[in-house]
């Protein structure tokens, strides 16, 4: 069965500082993808990055970068130069699919608060 | 722009009453997911669709079904609602672009229930 799991309830880091939030995964599939999002406290959950299971490099977006190591089954966050914004939950996701098919099961992980000190 | 709406931002409901949530998409999405959020345990799956009338059930699909009699929309029931269901339910949609391709979701404001 699919599971995400992220070790770090709570974290803390100066603003302009690098934080790597983790997230480690199981699943038997070897064609998956997974996801990060951020909550802010108003609620709406914005996408940052996506990794796919076959992709070669490690994804990155703006500020944003995941560290995919395939073998040890981890896609940890990086963001880099934190801001005040960047305060919120962090979600890890991953998808699962089914050949030919559209079938698509997202799971979640229990989410990471991240607190940005100035 | 991908918008994903939900019948109600707050519902108050007692314990035994049957419940409809309702989610509509407006951008032709072929799957579509519903969760309930509460706090320590992130986002649950409740169920998910990946065609019309097809309908899979998620991690926690117990007390609930579903419904998706057309595209844009996906229905969450609750038969008889119970306390331990009061929580934040969040719908979200997804274009299939194949099986490692970019699907990002796209959620809705979510509806937090209260079940007393």
């Known amino acids: 069965a699919q599971k995400i799991t992220q070790t770090q309830p709570g974290m803390f880091v100066q603003e302009k500082e690098a934080v790597t939030l983790d997230c480690t995964y199981d699943t038997s599939d070897q064609s998956y993808g997974l996801f990060w999002y951020k909550q802010p406290s108003s609620g709406e959950m914005i996408f940052l990055i996506y990794?796919?299971?076959?992709?070669?490099q490690n994804a990155t977006e703006g500020r944003y970068s995941l560290n995919f190591q395939k073998a040890r089954k981890s896609a940890n966050l990086v963001i880099s130069a934190s801001q005040l914004g960047d305060s919120a939950m962090y979600f890890c996701?991953?998808?699962?699919?089914?050949?030919?098919?559209?079938?698509?099961?997202?799971?979640f992980g229990p989410g990471t608060s991240l607190s940005v000190i100035p | 722009d991908v918008k994903v709406t939900q019948s109600s931002r707050y519902l108050v409901k007692r314990t035994g009453e049957k419940v409809f949530l309702e989610c509509v998409q407006d951008m032709d999405h072929e799957n579509m997911f519903w969760y309930r959020q509460d706090p320590g345990l992130g986002l649950r799956l409740i169920y998910f669709s990946y065609d019309v009338k097809m309908k899979e059930k998620g991690d926690i699909p117990e007390g609930y079904s579903v419904s998706r009699e057309k595209k844009e929309r996906f229905s969450l029931i609750l038969e008889s609602a119970s306390t331990n269901q009061t929580s934040m339910y969040l719908c979200?949609?997804?274009?299939?672009?194949?099986?490692?391709?970019?699907?990002?979701?796209?959620f809705g404001p979510g509806t937090r229930l209260t079940v007393t």
């Open positions: 996701a991953m998808r699962e699919g089914r050949r030919g098919t559209s079938y698509d099961k997202v799971i």
């Open positions: 979200a949609s997804s274009l299939y672009s194949g099986r490692t391709g970019l699907t990002e979701q796209y």
């Open positions: 990794q796919g299971s076959y992709d070669e």
